[in-house]
């Protein structure tokens, strides 16, 4: 079935008006489909959104959805309405397909698709990897779960363009026919474990990124996750594997000192892993699983080099925010699971002061006082999940309670001397405070920029 026909004057049910439910929805009108957005929020929450639908001519319901979806050919879902939602059951009940909004975009992209998908690393790989292919001249998207939606630029991408996806496990739970040149899995950890019945379940979601690909395309796995190498994913793509160990069946390692790739004429020396500029040991295996994509389409060790000595990092991921008094301050918002407050906690070497908590994703906490034995001078937790993590770390370290991020920063300042740092890393999703990660994390770097009136010794924050 061409594109035309999956979506020309097909109703179209888009549940949800956050930016992906929006993108589809003006993809489809854009692609002559007959869409229809709803919400459940009140119109007064939805205000602009609702501007942009009336000026499309799209028709929309708000405060709750009606019967009005199971007129629909098929249903967009955005990642964020998990599928027990009443109106999804109801749907499903109907027979009316469903699909994620990352599925319904790759319909019309006609350039090649690199998806990443993984539970740590993945905006910091896909971002790394727009840098190298935009420094090697092709023309390059970045977009998924992170910054732009798919729906909302595929149409730009032309057909010796390179969209490179974040995929969540929420946007794969409704694939059908999303099919990715290059497939990347960089880890697997528990996570999202309250949407989830198991970890397993989890995984198995995960895996959906390589089902529909053949062996003209590439799985590009870790060789250093156990979960991963335990599980052999099943997958009709030629695999790739990288790894931060000496190992000859890489695309991408790590002898002695220098990250190596291997091209089709034998493994060349790419750059000293010293010389990286993003932080920690799990961006050592974020790079390498960037090399081993890199050397798929055969760009230059040049190109890899000259990137990975510029590349910063992301925001929100390790961002060194300032200093104050001879404090560090590191916003790490984006660790939404405690393995990311684990790599963090690897990543720093002075002693720690931690702020964490949110909204609890169902993962124990007990591994961040492993990592952070001898490290972690104090904590402050905020949010739903802190009394859930002061019962795990409370006989390792001292944990106080905050009302507020703002109150959290405050009080970790007190607690900290010169050269230890105030680290951000909540370990949980943000919903219980915040609209999404990079709210937090905004809210956390103005909080820092404000402790210039309480500012020690007349000391002022330095970047």
């Not at 060789?223 to 990288?242: C, G, K, M, Q, T």
Request: with cysteine.
């Amino acid at each position: 079935m061409t594109v035309e026909e999956r979506i020309k004057n097909r109703k179209i049910g888009i549940i949800g008006m956050a930016r992906s439910g929006m993108a589809a929805a003006f993809l489809a009108d854009q692609m002559g489909g007959k869409p229809f957005v709803s919400d459940t929020k009140a119109a007064e929450h939805l205000s602009g959104e609702l501007e942009r639908l009336r000026k499309n001519s799209i028709p929309f319901e708000t405060g709750g959805h009606t019967d009005r979806l199971l007129q629909c050919d098929y249903v967009v879902i955005s990642p964020g309405v998990p599928l027990s939602a009443g109106i999804v059951e109801k749907v499903r009940a109907k027979g009316i397909p469903i699909f994620s909004e990352i599925e319904f975009a790759s319909w019309a992209c006609r350039g090649r698709i690199i998806g990443v998908t993984g539970s740590n690393g993945k905006t910091t790989t896909t971002t790394l990897l727009g840098h190298i292919f935009s420094a090697a001249g092709f023309d390059t998207f970045v977009c998924g779960n992170i910054g732009f939606p798919f729906a909302e630029i595929v149409a730009k991408i032309p057909e010796e363009g390179i969209a490179v996806v974040e995929v969540s496990n929420f946007q794969l739970e409704t694939i059908a026919d999303f099919r990715p040149a290059v497939a990347v899995i960089l880890n697997l950890t528990p996570d999202h474990l309250d949407r989830h019945a198991s970890f397993e379940e989890y995984k198995n979601i995960k895996y959906r990124i390589t089902e529909n690909q053949g062996p003209d395309e590439r799985l590009v796995v870790n060789l250093d996750d156990p979960e991963i190498v335990a599980d052999n994913v099943a997958s009709r793509a030629s695999r790739v594997y990288f790894t931060a160990a000496d190992r000859n069946d890489a695309a991408a390692f790590v002898r002695g000192d220098t990250l190596w790739g291997k091209y089709a004429n034998g493994s060349v020396p790419i750059i000293d892993c010293r010389r990286i500029l993003i932080p920690g040991p799990h961006n050592l295996q974020n790079a390498a699983a960037a090399v081993a994509v890199a050397v798929q389409f055969d760009i230059r060790p040049e190109v890899l080099k000259g990137v990975l000595e510029a590349f910063p990092g992301v925001e929100h991921r390790l961002e060194k925010v300032g200093k104050v008094a001879g404090i560090d301050f590191v916003n790490d918002s984006k660790a939404t699971n405690v393995d990311s407050v684990c790599y963090a906690l690897r990543s720093i070497d002075t002693p720690i002061h931690l702020i964490a908590g949110g909204r609890d994703k169902g993962s124990p906490y007990e591994p961040i006082a492993k990592w952070g034995k001898g490290k972690i001078k104090s904590v402050v937790v905020i949010g739903e999940a802190g009394d859930k993590i002061f019962h795990a770390l409370g006989q390792s370290f001292p944990v106080q309670f905050a009302d507020s991020l703002e109150e959290a920063v405050r009080k970790s300042f007190e607690a900290a001397f010169p050269g230890e740092t105030v680290l951000l890393s909540p370990g949980c999703a943000s919903f219980d405070m915040f609209e999404n990660f990079e709210q937090r994390g905004k809210v956390f770097k103005d909080a820092v920029a404000n402790l210039r009136n309480g500012k020690r010794n007349n000391e002022t924050i330095s970047n």
